[in-house]
């Protein structure tokens, strides 16, 4: 547990990882339609799609922002150069650890779907061809979206201190999965629809809590988060799902692929997080094991430090309103 902290202590500010969504639409009439769609006010560097066709080097026909989100779209006239052979890069995404999801629609109908990563910030368009959602990439995507958000991994590890048994901690970690994926689906599929910040405020709200109640149980204190953590997890579960849908919902999905990307995005943010919770269970068997004077020394430390990273997310937050 004690490194962990020490991994973390380099880390302050929670990332946002929240892909940007680039489409492009081939119409009937000849003409093309291109969506860009990002995360406005992130100090990152500025993502840009750039076509070898020069599509978007041109001022966007319409730019607007919802939200968190800004768009712009370009209307390419007809004739226009072909989609297969153009080759498209995203500037900026290779210094980044976001995504970019990439939908295509031909003017026959078929459609392709590509996941762009910094490691692979560019294509050439194909041809016509008939493609499905990329499962490999839409679990990548979770995956790396639960390891990114330190703020949803500082909870999960508060949650792995509080519980004493293993079948209790099974019980909450399912409970949290359980709530989380209700609240995901709901808002990403528009049945709920609350603004990203302030939910992103009381999750950092909800951390501190876990300290609160992580060091009320080192002391002996009664504490309901010590007696059912499940049912804490259950509750505050709902509030990081509105999180994680934050990372789809507010820049966009391809509307014929939202079930089944959620599905996917969904089981890799659980295997993202049973791969951690198994990552800190052997952690911590082995500081206790080869240094078990300094594990309890320190004991009073992670209470601390999870309250501390917290409490400065809180104030960030609450900032960012104004």
Sequence with gaps: MLAF????????????????YLEIIERPSGELSISWKRTAGSNGPVLTPRFSTGWTDARA??????????EKNWIIAKPHAALAGTALRI??????????????????????????????????LPGVEKSGVPVREYLQLGFVHIWSGIDHLLYVFGLVLLVRTPRLLLKTITGFTLAHSVSLAAASLGYVNI?????????????????LELRRARDGAPSLAARAPWLVSMSIGLLHGLG??????????PPDAIPLALLLFNIGIEIGQI??????????????RHLPRL??????????A?????SFWVIERIHAFF
């Design 91 to 124: 500037d900026g995404l290779d210094t980044t650890i976001t995504d970019v999801l990439l939908r295509v629609v031909y003017a026959d109908g078929s459609e392709l779907t590509r996941v762009l990563r910094p490691s692979q910030s560019s294509l050439t």
């Design 61 to 70: 026909t319409t730019t607007r922002q919802a939200g968190d989100a800004i």
């Design 275 to 288: 791969t951690f919770v198994a990552l800190l269970l052997v952690l911590g068997r082995a500081l206790i």
């Design 244 to 253: 994680f849908a934050g990372a789809l919902a507010e820049v966009g999905l």
């Design 195 to 211: 603004p990203p910040a302030p939910v992103e405020a009381v999750i950092a709200l909800s951390i501190v809590y876990v300290a």
């Design 295 to 304: 594990t309890t020394s320190l004991r009073w430390l992670p209470p601390y």
């Design 5 to 20: 902290l020490l991994l973390m202590s380099g880390v302050v500010h929670a990332h946002d990882v929240r892909p940007a």
């Design 306 to 310: 999870i309250g501390s990273f917290a």
